[in-house]
């Protein structure tokens, strides 16, 4: 049989292309003559690629074939000109049982993917521009030969491709809001959240088409100090689904966890970011149900995974940033230590506390992604912590004390500083309940409810447990808002917070229009009197899932317009 002529005109093109790839492969293809790959390509994927240059698709620019096992694998770069896409056909003998393909950026960022679970593998890839990418493709499952080509083609011809080989060029179907009821999502989503802790906000609602072939993409924006939980639960034609976010720049962010049949995972950051949301099956097609959420990253807990996106700057630019935001309500700072932070060691920092309240604030620079902080007295009592993400914020109130910061890290190290801001006065409240005392105030600073330490709240103590309830009156007076926060303190956990109107209650009825905040030791829930604008009377209850102890909480009246007054302490 005599091979068509672009097999020998590409083939020793595609030997030097693989020998000057940096990542070699287990079997690279260059151990083959040229000769030896033509007659390979032709017998695993001649009539698809000829059918391809039928449909508009130029001759392979990349050809690479070897005989392998499970979990090997063979690749190479190729350039993929300005306004052009890439055909890319992964194929394998009969002993092949499946093929993955794989395209990934320059600097190692997958752009596109086939893990459909059979032994042809096929994606077109359309990079936004002209780039040199890295073509893969692994022997998933079985042995014997297996091959991948890639030929460039233009983008206007990429629908033709769809009915020959079933992809489409990059994207699925529309995503569409979520106009109708998913059957069950109130309810998964109500237990996710009670499982998470924090008061969120739902932002979208919307229906994903997801296919095996290709990602389907929903771009979304983190405001500054706030958390998106992002949600997704399939019909019963799609399994195994992934969820991924990559930032604004296509770097991989974090992949979701999985409960079940459903994915979720957490996003926070300390600047506003764009970000992109992906997500596809390994079996099945159909749709799937995503939902966004936004809450402050203080109030959340640990019930998912979570992943901080990092501020940009070095860290000399990033405190000069944090001094112009803190300097006029909590003064000059003054700097503890600077250092690197290093994984799998933690650091731990001796300090001396004043009387009177203090705010810990611990930086980081590139390129550590995940920090964690706990704050001890001298007894060996915990004050304060923060484990949540790339920097730390930490309060501590009472009677001056030698304390111990400790830090550390999980990911890559980075250098970091400590700074402290210190004020002579502190809530009474605080010589009982230091702990309770410091996250109360790191949840009302995240939540832009503490400007400075001359405006502390008056701040409340009440005992919780699992087996009562613990009751207060409020009032909200007519065209205002009140939002209560609140806290527990070592020995309990699982806070529940509820408000409940009770204005005009009817006789032996349970009062209605109830607003309910959880948290793993913090919570904040929040009502309005707005419509009708008209004083409303309510009863503040607060509750713990685990233990009994005490808890410290603080109501705040403020407008429901926040650009209008800030918000007073009650």
């Known amino acids: 049989m005599r091979s068509p002529r672009w097999l020998g005109a590409f083939a020793t093109a595609a030997l030097l292309v693989a020998g000057g790839c940096r990542a070699a492969p287990q079997r690279p293809a260059r151990e083959l003559s040229a000769p030896r790959v033509a007659e390979a390509v032709e017998l695993l994927m001649g009539d698809d690629v000829r059918a391809a240059r039928e449909l508009g698709a130029d001759d392979p620019t990349l050809a690479l074939t070897g005989t392998g096992i499970s979990g090997d694998s063979l690749g190479a770069f190729v350039d993929v000109a300005e306004g052009s896409c890439g055909l890319v056909l992964g194929r394998g003998t009969r002993g092949v049982q499946d093929v993955d393909v794989f395209v990934f950026t320059d600097d190692g960022t997958v752009l596109a993917s086939d893990e459909a679970p059979t032994k042809d593998a096929t994606l077109v890839v359309c990079p936004l521009h002209g780039s040199r990418v890295f073509a893969s493709a692994r022997l998933a499952a079985g042995f014997g030969l297996y091959g991948l080509t890639l030929q460039p083609i233009a983008p206007d011809r990429t629908a033709l491709l769809g009915e020959r080989f079933g992809v489409a060029p990059g994207k699925s179907s529309e995503v569409s809001e979520l106009g109708s009821s998913w059957p069950g999502l109130d309810e998964r989503l109500a237990e996710h959240r009670r499982r998470v802790g924090g008061r969120w906000e739902t932002l979208r609602k919307v229906a994903l088409p997801v ?68 997500s596809r099956p390994h079996a099945g097609r159909g749709l799937a149900a995503l939902v966004v959420s936004s809450s402050s990253s203080a109030e959340v807990g640990g019930g998912t995974a979570r992943f901080d996106i990092r501020p940009e700057g070095d860290l000399r630019s990033r405190l000069e940033a944090h001094h112009g935001r803190l300097a006029r309500g909590y003064g000059r700072a003054t700097l503890l230590r600077e250092g690197t932070l290093s994984t799998e060691r933690r650091m731990s920092v001796p300090l001396t506390l004043a009387p009177g309240c203090s705010r810990l604030d611990v930086l980081t620079a590139a390129p550590l992604r995940s920090l964690r902080a706990w704050l001890w007295d001298a007894q060996g009592q915990l004050m304060a912590d923060d484990v949540g993400g790339v920097d730390a914020t930490l309060f501590a109130c009472g009677a001056g004390t030698n304390a111990r910061l400790d830090l550390d890290t999980s990911s890559r190290g980075g250098a970091f500083a400590i700074e402290v801001r210190h004020a002579a006065n502190a809530p009474p409240a605080a010589a009982q309940s230091a702990l309770a005392m410091g996250r109360l105030l790191r949840l009302l600073d995240a939540r832009r409810r503490l400007t400075s330490f001359d405006r502390l709240p008056e701040v409340q103590a009440a005992r919780v447990s699992d087996n009562e309830l613990a009751r207060v009156s409020l009032l909200i007076p007519a065209g205002r808002c009140l939002e209560l926060s609140a806290a527990l303190d070592r020995g309990v956990s699982g806070l529940e917070v509820r408000l409940l109107d009770v204005t005009s209650p009817s006789e032996d009825s349970v009062p209605e229009g109830a607003e309910i905040g959880y948290g793993a030791h913090a919570a904040t829930a929040r009502m309005c009197a707005v419509k009708p604008a008209r004083d409303r009377n309510l009863v503040a209850e607060l509750r713990a899932n685990v233990g009994q102890g005490a808890a410290l909480w603080v109501g705040q009246i403020f407008d429901p317009d926040p650009v209008v007054r800030a918000a007073r302490a009650r």
């Open 211 to 278: 296919d095996p072939r290709a990602y389907v993409n929903v771009s979304a924006s983190v405001a500054a100090n706030t958390c998106m939980d992002l949600y997704v639960t399939p019909s019963d034609d799609v399994a195994h689904l992934e969820l991924e976010v990559l930032d604004a720049s296509g770097r991989w962010v974090g992949s979701g966890e999985a409960r079940g049949m459903d994915r979720n995972l957490m996003v926070c950051s300390a600047e506003s970011r764009e970000i992109a949301i992906r």
